[in-house]
C-alpha cells in the first residue's frame, strides 16, 4: 500500500466531487493557472448522468446529461485540471493551512483550499420489498432502465420537477404511466405539470402513497395507501420509478464541517464553510433549487472565492508545499 506525500501530491486547491458543481470549480480554478486536482467518488458528471435531456441549460437548447458532463470534463481537462475518478475518500482532514485527502489506494494529497461538491442522491420509500425488488422493477433512474419498460405499464412515486419531468420521458416507452403522489397538489413548475396533466399516457392517484412491493422473482404489484382514508388497494404494474427527492452525500463529512440537520453542508453567500479555506457549492449545500444551473453558479461563486483566498495565503506564507 502506497502512503505517500510529497510535493506532486500537493495542489492548491482539490474539489470532492465531479458533478456540475466540481468541474465548474475545476474550470474556473484550473483557468486561474491553480494546480487543481478533482476526486470523484463515481462517474464523472453526476447527477446529470442520470438526465436522458437537459432542456433548461441556458446556451445549449437540448443535450443529453452524458454529453453534457462530458463537454465540462474536457473543459476543464484543456485548462490543466486533473482529475480522479472512482475513487473513494478514505479520510479528509480540513482544518489548518495544509487540508489532507487520503484516498482509498493510501496516497495523501495535499490542498491549501477545499471545494466540496459531494451532491446527492435519491431518497427511498423504506417500505417492504423495496430491497428485494430493487432493479427487478424498482428503478430511481429513467434514463438508465425506462427502456426495460417498454410497451409496460409503470407507476411514477413523486411530485416534484424529477417526477413529473421523466414521468413524461418514461412515456415513450412505456404504454401507461400512473403517477402517485401525496399531497393533492404537485411541488413542480408549472410547465412540467401541464405536460404530464395533457400527456394521453399518464393518470394520476393523489394523496396516496405505497406501502409494499409484492412478486416472486421480479415486482408484480403494489399497495397503494390513500393518506386521507387510509385504505390499502393492490395495484398490479411492471415496473416503479421513484423520484421523492434526495440526501445530500455529507456522512463522511459529519464533524468535520458544519452541517445542518438535513446533512446539508451550510454555506455563506461566497460558498465559504464554517473552516477557513474550505467551500462548499452544489446539491450538497442548504438551500432551495438544485439544478445544474444553480449547481455551475455555486461552483463558480465557490471557486473565485477559494481564488482571492488562496492568494491572500500565499501572499502571507513563502512556502505552503509540504516537505
Ligand atoms: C433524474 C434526475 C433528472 C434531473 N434533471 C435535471 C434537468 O433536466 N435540469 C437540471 O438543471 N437539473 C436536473 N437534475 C438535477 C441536477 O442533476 C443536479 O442538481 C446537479 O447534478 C447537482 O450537481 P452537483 O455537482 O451539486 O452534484 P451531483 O451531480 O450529485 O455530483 C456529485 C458528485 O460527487 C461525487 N461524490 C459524492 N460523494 C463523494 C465523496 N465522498 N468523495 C468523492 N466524490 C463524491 C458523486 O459520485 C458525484 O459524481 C436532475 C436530477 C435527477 C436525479
Known sequence: MHNSMNSNNHYDAIVIGAGPAGLTAGIYLSRARLRTLIVNEGTVGGQMILTHEIANYPGVESI???????????QARSFGCDIKSNISIQNIELEGDLKRVTLQDGIIYTANSIILTPGGRSRTLNIPGEGKFKGKGISYCATCDGDFFTDKEIVVVGGGNSALEEAVSLTKYASKVTIVHQFDHFQAFEYAIEEA??????????????????????????????LKSGEINSFKTDGVFIFIGYIPNTEFLK??????????????????????????????????????????????????????????????????IPA
Not at 66 to 72: A, E, F, V
Open 64 to 74: 443529453s446529461g452524458y454529453q453534457l458532463s462530458n463537454i465540462m470534463k474536457k
Open 197 to 226: 396533466r395533457n400527456h394521453p399516457k399518464i393518470n394520476f392517484v393523489m394523496e396516496s402513497t405505497l406501502s409494499a412491493f409484492h412478486g416472486n422473482e421480479k415486482l408484480e404489484s403494489i399497495d397503494i395507501k390513500n
Open 255 to 320: 464533524g468535520k464541517v458544519e452541517l445542518n440537520k438535513w446533512g446539508e453542508i451550510v454555506v455563506k453567500s461566497d460558498m465559504s464553510t464554517n473552516i477557513d479555506g474550505v467551500y462548499a457549492a452544489g446539491d450538497s449545500i442548504a438551500k432551495r433549487f438544485r439544478q445544474v444551473t444553480t449547481a455551475v453558479g455555486d461552483g463558480t461563486v465557490g471557486a473565485l472565492a477559494a481564488t482571492n483566498y488562496l492568494h491572500e495565503l500565499k501572499s502571507k506564507h513563502t512556502n505552503l
